[in-house]
Structures are given as structure tokens and as C-alpha cells.
């Protein structure tokens, strides 16, 4: 097979990076992005992009670690680099306040993340509601930018780029060896995945340029995430909603939500609402597939189901995948020799 | 009673509106005036970039630590205040680095969160073995000033555009007390040895992704003269010249491109940002802040004048302390005027 070819369906922060990673592992593949929408409009781009893991129930927490540490220390590179501003990638230092001591106190990415320590008395002041905190500095990944950089460096290495709505893995059999199925929350059609749900996310992003430190209630329902342009101020987790569209009394609850842990926020102006859904999975699902049909084999490598940890994991698990095209090439090579003999 | 301040930078506003707020109460014929030939934004103060940091060290001058300790305590009892966003004051956390191991700040226990840097974030700064990060405060003064000026114009303070020669001048107008808030050029109303410009010069930049402070020091050529950069509301401010004894207020070619140079070196990403202005001002450098009463014979009148001028690269810093300390002169010149409830007296 001299050179694969492989369909990578999802152009959000997973398919673009997983298109990327197989690139690089496998500079004879042709690689081709196909997606029914590109940045600005994935659910990547409605995302604040923050370099703040969340925890799968179902994947073991060492491969959650490996995964974080592999995209904090790929990202940490680039945001040193003279790309860091192309790249939307930025490091951003701040608080994650509790209203009460949570059960672990180290979360289990506190050694990837830098200078984490638990917040002074001095700086829980701040916050009268909030007994506890932890001070860290990680990165994060501003959409559009960092979708457009991937798609610059896609195209630069030659891959093509399509809009197209796949509906069924099969349409593509003919034309490639490979599939890599990344279509979030569109797995759910696609592959008929019943353990994928929404959970729904609506977040503000607003003009408030004097806010430089992010701050994040442990509950997850409330953040305030400052990046390059706009603030992106949090949310909400309604699990099992597919609206996308904005609903005016969460944005006011989500605003004086905000405003509660930062005033000044009373003062951002250009309020933009967005909606996104989290692709959610008790586990990710970074796997290899032979779909089968008629004597006909299609390989499929899965690498979806990230609900509200994507941008924390991605470039970790578009690696997994992107081995996992080359176990599919390996056996694709060795049944095709055996078929020689 | 006539108040006149000298000066419209951080300490002349500041000062007159710490004295306003103490003594209007008490003392229903205090009228304050500013006196300045250069208002917000054409102000240093207006040029720096508003940072709250005290030098590395204080040199055993623990009446300054304490003032930088009443200032920053001052602020961020304002930060969640409605003013906050108007007064141009927000958190900003960052980084200080340094070739060498060097003794805690007097200000680590005054900022929040001070501890050294980790190994893992020192290869952010190739070239520096030690460094601190701590969560401080900006105070941008092109917001600040225009704050101040709103606060003492609502208090019915007037305001004179022009440039005061004497002290004398104000006295023989009726002005009972004078504050001197004259910064660079205090000189030019009493000749003073040991104030000293120390030259500054900035580029201003876009570069919104730049979160943090970063300052560099080189211990061996002193403060302010290694690379620094400091994100601001609206633009970025790269620095790093201190040039003692140099009152040139234009910009040098020469200190752009050392700028421009070393500070692309600590950030590389910021090769790709836009040049958006660029500013030298004069810090009014002194060995300690010159902040103390004195009291002059003119004809058969007591003139007193107050001084508050001498705060080098720091005013932003140490403004409020000071302001307070001068209120507090202020009042023991009430005290000895026995003004509290004294008719006016006879005038030169």
C-alpha cells in the first residue's frame, strides 16, 4: 500500500488534530478532512479552549493523564514559539474556587499544570462565598485562531479539505482505505453511539479586556476564561438538551453569575451568546474498528466522545488515533501480502 | 483657607483628593485649587505603564515599604468597588526573573500569592535560573488621572492650567498652604541635588495574548534597565531603560531597538505585534520620597508648603500612602493655624 489513503470526517479541534498527528506519523498517507461545518461554526469554536482537564468515569485515569500532559507540553511549546499569537495558544493564570473543601485535594493533573499550590487567605478574601481555592497558571487555546492554524498546517503538508456531510462511514469505502471518525457530537448519527449524549453549553463572550485572570467555581457551572479578543464567561451542563439555541434568561443567569465572582464584569460591553454541545461519553472513545459489509472491510478508527474535556485532551488522543491509523495500515499491508501469496 | 497643589500627576491628584476627603468636613472654608501646566494624558504618570511594584529592594526604608503597603491595601479594598473599571484597576499576575538567587521583596507579603517560580515554568525564560511569581494590582493612569480630576471636580476643587515659578507666587495670591507635587521639576521651585531624572522609554503594542507581567533584572546595570512587558487594558507596554541623569524626552532610535530586540527575546510571539506608539518620560528619582513640611517667613505671614515629590519609578505604587502621610501634615498645620474655628487673619 504505498500510499493510503484516509478520510478523517470532523473538522472541530479533534478531526484537525488527529488529520495533523496522522500527517506526521505517516508521511506517505494522503490524508483528507471531511466536515459538514469548519471553524467558525464547530462546537470547538463556541468553547472557551481552557487547558482545565475533565474527568471521564469510564477511561482510566492514567491514560487521562498521559492524554493532558502530552497537549499541555505540545501547546506549552507552540506558546513559546514567535506562532504563540497565529496559534491562538496563550498562557492564562488564575483561581478555582470552592464553596466547599472538595473530597480530593489534588486533582489529578495538578503536576501538569504550572505553580499549582492551594489559594492564600489573602487572595480567598476576594471571595466571601468560597472557603477554598487553588491558584494555577495552564494554557489555553483560542477558536477560531487555533482551528485555522491546524487547517494553515493541514493544507501546507498537502491535505485537502471538504465540505461534505457524511451520513454513513460507508459513502466512503470506495474512495479510502481508512476512516477516522471524529464528528463529535454527529457520532450519534453516525454511528448510532447510545452511550453519546449532549450536554448542553451556553456561554457568553464578552469585551472586557482588563480581565487577565481566569476564575472558575469548582461546581464547573461558572468561569470566566480571558482570552486574546473576548472573555468567555460561563455557562451551564444541561445534560441531554440538543437546543442550539441561546436562551435569554441563561444568559442573564449566567452574567450575574459571573459578575457575582468578578464586579467589574458589570462593565464588559459587546455581549455575544453562543450555544455548543458537549460530545459527552462516560468514556472517550479512541478505538480501532473493521466495519464489515458484504465481504467488503472498512478499517475505522474512532476518536470521539470528549463532552467537556476536548481542547484539555486532544492533541493526547489525536496521537492514540493517529497510532491506531497505522495499526490499521500495518493490517491492511499484511492481508494485502498474504493475498499476494 | 486656600490649599494649592502643585502638580496633576498621580501624587497632586491623589494628595488633594485625600486631603478634600479629610478635611472638608471639619473645616467648611477649605478651598482646594490645582495649579499644573501639564494635565492628564500629558502627564508621566500618564506614560507608565501603572504597574503596583516596589523596587527590589527598599533599602532600609521602611516608611516607603509601609506606604507601597497602604497603597496596594488601599486598591484592592477598590477592586471590587463599581469605580474599579472607571479608576482603570485590575489583577494581573506574573513574573519577575533574575540571573541569580536574590532575597525576598519587602512587598512579598503585601502582594497576594508571592512564591519562587518552578523549574517547569523557568524554561518559559531561557537564560534566568530564579524568578517569582506573584498576583498584583495595574493602576493605568490614563484612566486613574481622568478618574481623580472627575472625583475632585465634583468636590468643587478648581483647576489652573499654567505653570506655577514660585512658590511665593501662590502665597501672595492668598494661598495659606502649598503642596509641592511637582515630580521631575521640583527643581525648578527649589533647587534639589538629589532629585535626578531617570530616564524612560517605552514602545507600546498590541499584543492582547500577553496575560502576564514579565520583568526582567540585570542586577550588574540596575532597575528598569532589562526587558520588561506589561499588558495593559488596551495595549502591552515594553520597557527596560533607566538612564540616570539623562533629561531628554524624545525618543532614541537606540533604546527602541534594544527594546524591540530584548523583548522579543523573553517573548518571541511578540515579533508579530503592531507598533502602536512609543513614549520616553523622566522619572523623578530621589534616594528616599521627599515628604515633609516647610515652613517659610514671606513678610510677616507663616508660608507652610508641603512636600510630596521624589517617587522614581514608583509613584503609581506608593501614591496613597503618601497621599495620607501628606493629609496628615496637612492637618498638623491645621492643628498649629488653630483653624478648626479661627477667624481669618490679617494678610501680607
Avoid at chain 1, 479533534?14 to 467558525?40: N, R
Avoid at chain 2, 516607603?64 to 473599571?85: I, V
Avoid at chain 2, 538612564?243 to 532610535?253: D, I, K, V
Amino acid at each position: 500500500m504505498a500510499s493510503p489513503k484516509v478520510a478523517v470526517v470532523g473538522a472541530g479541534v479533534i478531526g484537525l488534530s488527529t488529520a495533523l498527528c496522522i500527517t506526521e506519523t505517516c508521511p506517505s498517507c494522503s490524508v483528507t478532512v471531511l466536515s459538514d461545518q469548519f471553524s467558525p461554526n464547530t462546537t470547538s469554536d463556541v468553547a472557551a479552549g481552557m487547558l482545565i482537564p475533565h474527568t471521564y468515569p469510564d477511561t482510566l485515569i492514567h491514560r487521562q493523564k498521559q492524554w493532558f500532559k502530552e497537549t499541555f507540553t505540545y501547546l506549552f511549546a507552540i506558546s513559546n514559539s514567535a506562532e504563540a499569537s497565529e496559534a491562538g495558544i496563550h498562557l492564562v493564570s488564575g483561581w478555582q474556587v470552592f464553596k466547599s473543601t472538595p473530597r480530593e485535594e489534588l486533582p489529578f493533573w495538578s503536576d501538569v499544570v504550572l505553580g499549582f499550590r492551594p489559594m492564600s487567605e489573602a487572595e480567598l478574601q476576594k471571595f466571601p462565598q468560597h472557603r477554598f481555592g487553588h491558584a494555577f497558571t495552564t494554557l489555553k487555546c483560542d477558536c477560531p485562531p487555533y482551528l485555522l492554524w491546524l487547517e494553515k498546517r493541514l493544507k501546507a503538508g498537502g491535505t485537502q479539505m471538504y465540505t461534505r456531510k457524511v451520513t454513513d462511514l460507508w459513502e466512503l469505502h470506495s474512495e479510502y482505505d481508512i476512516v477516522v471518525n471524529c464528528t463529535g457530537m454527529g457520532a450519534h448519527e453516525l454511528v448510532g453511539d447510545k452511550q453519546l449524549f449532549p450536554v448542553r453549553g451556553q456561554v457568553l463572550k464578552v469585551h472586557a479586556p482588563w480581565v487577565k485572570q481566569f476564575i472558575r467555581d469548582g461546581d464547573g457551572l461558572t468561569y470566566i476564561y480571558p482570552g486574546i479578543h473576548r472573555v468567555t464567561l460561563g455557562g451551564t451542563r444541561e445534560k441531554g438538551s440538543w437546543s442550539l439555541s441561546p436562551d435569554a434568561g441563561t444568559t442573564r443567569d449566567i452574567f450575574d453569575r459571573c459578575c457575582s465572582l468578578e464586579p467589574s464584569l458589570q462593565g464588559a460591553q459587546d455581549i455575544e451568546v453562543k450555544v455548543g454541545l458537549r460530545p459527552s461519553r462516560p468514556g472517550v472513545r479512541v478505538q480501532r474498528e473493521v466495519l464489515s459489509q458484504g465481504g467488503v472491510k472498512l478499517p475505522v478508527v474512532h476518536n470521539y466522545g470528549h463532552g467537556a474535556g476536548g481542547f484539555s485532551v486532544h492533541r493526547g488522543t489525536a496521537k492514540e488515533a493517529a497510532h491506531l491509523v497505522g495499526e490499521c495500515i500495518s493490517a491492511l499491508q499484511g492481508s494485502s501480502s498474504r493475498a499476494k501469496l | 483657607m486656600r490649599v494649592a497643589i502643585i502638580g496633576a500627576g498621580v501624587i497632586g491628584l491623589s494628595s488633594a483628593l485625600c486631603i478634600h476627603e479629610q478635611f472638608h468636613g471639619l473645616l467648611p472654608s477649605l478651598e482646594l485649587e490645582v495649579h499644573a501646566d501639564h494635565f492628564t494624558p500629558h502627564t508621566t504618570s500618564d506614560g507608565a505603564a501603572g504597574l503596583w511594584q516596589p523596587y527590589l529592594s527598599d533599602h532600609g526604608n521602611l516608611q516607603e515599604t509601609l506606604w507601597n503597603k497602604e497603597t496596594f491595601d488601599y486598591l484592592l479594598g477598590h477592586l471590587h468597588s463599581p469605580a474599579a473599571k472607571e479608576m482603570g484597576l485590575f489583577l494581573i499576575s506574573g513574573y519577575n526573573l533574575f540571573t541569580e538567587p536574590v532575597p525576598d521583596p519587602s512587598w512579598k507579603n503585601i502582594v497576594l500569592g508571592f512564591r519562587n517560580l518552578t523549574p517547569k515554568e523557568l524554561e518559559l525564560f531561557p537564560g534566568y535560573s530564579h524568578g517569582w511569581f506573584n498576583t498584583a494590582l495595574m493602576l493605568e493612569g490614563r484612566s486613574y488621572l481622568p478618574w481623580l480630576t472627575n472625583r475632585l471636580m465634583q468636590r468643587g476643587v478648581k483647576f489652573f492650567h499654567k505653570k506655577v515659578e514660585s512658590f511665593q507666587e501662590l502665597f501672595s495670591q492668598g494661598v495659606d498652604v502649598v503642596l509641592n507635587c511637582s515630580g521631575m521639576r521640583s527643581g525648578d521651585l527649589q533647587p534639589d541635588p538629589e532629585l535626578q531624572p531617570g530616564r524612560g522609554q517605552i514602545i507600546k503594542v498590541l499584543a492582547p495574548w500577553v496575560k502576564h507581567f514579565i520583568i526582567t533584572h540585570d542586577l550588574k546595570s540596575g532597575i528598569y534597565n532589562s526587558p520588561y512587558v506589561i499588558p495593559g487594558s488596551e495595549f502591552t507596554v515594553l520597557g527596560g531603560v533607566y538612564q540616570h541623569g539623562n533629561w531628554s524626552e524624545e525618543n532614541s532610535a537606540k533604546d527602541h531597538k534594544s527594546i524591540w530586540d530584548s523583548c522579543c527575546r523573553l517573548l518571541p510571539a511578540l515579533q508579530k505585534a503592531k507598533i502602536v506608539g512609543e513614549w520616553s518620560g523622566l522619572r523623578p528619582a530621589r534616594r528616599s520620597v521627599r515628604l515633609e513640611r516647610e515652613s517659610m517667613r514671606l513678610g510677616n505671614i507663616q508660608a507652610e508648603v508641603i512636600h510630596n515629590y521624589g517617587h522614581g519609578g514608583f509613584g503609581i505604587t506608593i501614591h496613597w500612602g503618601c497621599a495620607m502621610a501628606a493629609a496628615r501634615l496637612f492637618g498638623s498645620i491645621l492643628q498649629e493655624k488653630k483653624q478648626l474655628a479661627t477667624p481669618p487673619g490679617p494678610r501680607l
